[in-house]
């Protein structure tokens, strides 16, 4: 799920997944969508 945060006055779209930030929240979506590792790596925050 991207995640808002305000950072130097403008808007960033973080995905939630590598902490990434965009200024677009279709990049971030998009990006997210192939970041997402909840099932890939079964180490990650377990
Ligand atoms: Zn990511």
Known sequence: MVTTTE???????ECEVCGMLFDDRNDAQQHEENCDS?????SYLQ
């Open 38 to 42: 909840d099932s890939a790596d079964p």
């Open 7 to 13: 950072r130097d006055g403008m808007t960033w779209y």
